[in-house]
């Protein structure tokens, strides 16, 4: 079945018993045995497993086209328990540019355990060379944070298939719809569902998806569990609500993406765009290939430093500014004030998650801003 037809039905894995069409959110944290010991209802407390969280797996299982899911409490869980799962001394290869938030991670919560190089993976032929024996998982984020990097997916997978290492791919930005990067070869796919998932900034959400259940997996499988980083039976239901309209809602943020991101670049306020659907971006070509959208996400660089771009996301009316993307409602942010005083962003980015209002006021918004 194609992704919208999923979206709405693959998660609908029982039949309740007063005939409800939307699944009911369980609340109860235990369920009954059977006379035998066994649970044939197919759970048996709440931490392991649960019908709602049993539904939203199923259904990111079934748009990834990979074999099974494990939902968390937010995507830095997801991220954390896939790095739990490495044996310790264990190297990763990872993006220079890779989302903050994991960056910190690995260099304050694992810097005991694991060894981390931060490399530019648009340059495919410069990986191979930090590859070494305990190296175990390259992790691709595509497209990348702020700067909408591409990552080649296909290429990187030859490279992590011939070295018999993990290919891991925060896949948050393209959502479940705009890019299958199982279909590529990639091993693992971690989400955000803070994100475009649940859509409406109003849920925390992580995913790890895999193309095939392994002993790996099953560690991972087993942190979940019984470390107990897990979203609540609400959570699942509202995801599994936002996940109905997904595709739909990709499709319209894509079209406003493209749109602004015309826009923007010919305005002379504007010193550069960063969105994978402008042919004038620098990995346009393979965004093409593996995406099938670009997605609602874009930055630019203003003319005029720090001052100008804090003062255009200050006089824009209808983007919130606000951290967080994948909303419908549009947002904008400095990034590197939320950064910090190490981060490698321009001063005078600008990143932009554009949502579904009309494009005509988002673009009309921008224009009494910048001029
Ligand atoms: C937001 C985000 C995360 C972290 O997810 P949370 O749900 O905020 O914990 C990871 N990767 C990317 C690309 C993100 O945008």
Redesign the pocket.
Known sequence: MKPETLAIHSGNLYKSATGDVTPPINLSTTFFRDEDGGYSGGHMYSRVSNPNRSALEKVLTDLENGADACAFS???TA?MSLFQALAPGSHIIAPDDM?W??KKQLQSIFADTLTIDFIDLTNIAGISAYIKENTVMIWV?TPS?PLLKITDLAAISKIAKAHDLLLAC?S??ASPCLQKPIELGADIVMH?S??YIGGHSDV???ALITAKRTPFWEKVRNIQQIGGAVPSPFDCFLLLRSVKTLPYRMRGHCENGMALATYLEKHPKVEAVFYPGLPAHPQHEIAKQQMSGFGGMLSILVHGGAEEARRVVNTVQLFAQAT??GGVESLIEHRASVEGPDTKTPQNLIRISVGLEHIDDLIEDFKQALD
């Open positions: 937010s995507g830095n991220g989302y938030g994991f984020e944070n925060d948050t930005f955000s803070t994100k925390l959400g992580g967080s993307l």
